[in-house]
């Protein structure tokens, strides 16, 4: 197979709105010991894409300066080192950048084989979200079996897969979302009980849900003034974990409840982490995500998908919160 020199993309050429975005040509990713190159075939949207476009989340050292996490396609190339993987073989891959692109890089064990009975727009929603909430919830977070999981923002691409695994898993799980289409499709996806956080105080909902007792991890993607009224909503040994910043990086809080109820507060971002820690991930979502994904327990949810070049308007909507699920671009 001879690969071109060139290839289309995607970049931010000015920070900001999502009018920064610009098509443009860029040399085909040389591959470094470990890596493998793929053809992508559809390339998933995410809240990092867009805090990155705005020039508040740097891309790791040696990573791509494109956007751009998780895609799925074709391998077209291997580097020394890799035997898991061949020329040919379809797979879903993390990546740290470069995602808006007809052709990116990712160490090979960052990719996860397409769950079978998906097609490749399908798998391109799946790995930076799964990642994240197995890291997350999973191993951060502890969650056990029987325990109830609340979910701020469930209609996201995080939320519909938090739901949709944590009851995999055997919890019980509540959402916050901002619309009541947004709560049914929660719902839908298997949620216990979605809350409007526009008409509903969440921690007087999940109080009532729960009798009283309060829920055993939040995943919260708001922080801020969430924070303290979070701590209010946890059971005792309760598990906050933050994994963005929507509300505000500061907020006030009582730590007399962290002690009383002997509350773990913690957070993380996936993209800077190791290659073997991101790896590990990956051979947890094979084992134990995949099967469930394959037998129809854990479906993707796409809410649309755009042009490469029209990036920008997948931002726009991303933005506009209109979307319920994942947002994809195809080369």
Not at 28 to 40: D, F, K, N, W, Y
Not at 161 to 189: D, P, Y
Not at 230 to 239: I, M
Request: glycine residues 12%; contains cysteine.
């Amino acid at each position: 197979m001879t690969l071109p020199k060139n290839m289309r993309a995607v970049e931010i050429a000015v920070p900001g709105g999502p009018e920064g975005l610009k098509p443009t040509i860029r040399p085909v990713p040389e591959l470094r010991p470990g890596e493998v190159l793929i053809r992508v075939a559809a390339a998933g949207v995410n809240g990092p894409d867009l805090v990155q476009r705005r020039g508040s989340y740097p891309p790791p050292p040696g990573a791509s300066d494109l956007p751009g996490l998780e895609v799925a396609g074709t391998i077209a190339a291997v580097a020394g080192g890799v035997t898991s993987l061949k020329v040919g073989d379809e797979v879903c891959a993390l990546l740290t950048g470069g995602g808006y692109a007809e052709y990116c890089a990712t160490p090979a064990g960052l990719c996860l084989p397409v769950p079978k009975g998906l097609d490749l727009v399908q798998a391109a929603s799946l790995p930076e979200t799964y990642f994240t909430v197995w890291s997350n919830v999973m191993d951060r977070g502890r969650l056990a079996a029987g325990e109830t999981l609340l979910v701020q923002g469930g209609g996201s691409g995080i939320g519909v897969a938090a739901i949709q695994m944590a009851k995999a898993f055997g919890n019980r799980v509540l959402v916050t979302a901002g619309s009541a289409e947004k709560c049914a499709a929660c719902e839908k996806l298997g949620a216990d009980k979605a809350i409007n956080y526009r008409n509903e105080d969440f921690v007087e909902a999940a109080r009532q849900f729960t009798d009283n007792k309060g829920v055993d991890v939040i995943l919260d993607m708001v922080a801020g003034d969430y924070v303290a009224r979070e701590l209010k909503l946890l059971a005792p040994d309760g598990r906050l974990v933050i994994i963005a910043l929507l509300g505000g990086a500061k907020g006030t809080v009582d730590f007399s409840a962290v002690m009383l109820k002997r509350l773990t507060v913690t957070g993380s971002t996936l993209r800077p982490r190791p290659v073997e820690f991101k790896a590990a991930i990956a051979q947890n979502l094979k084992s134990k995500v995949w099967p469930l994904i394959e037998a129809g327990k854990i479906k993707p949810v796409i809410h649309s998908t755009f042009a490469l070049a029209d990036a920008a308007k997948a931002h726009t909507l991303m933005e506009s919160g209109g979307h319920i699920g994942k947002v994809v671009l195809i080369p």
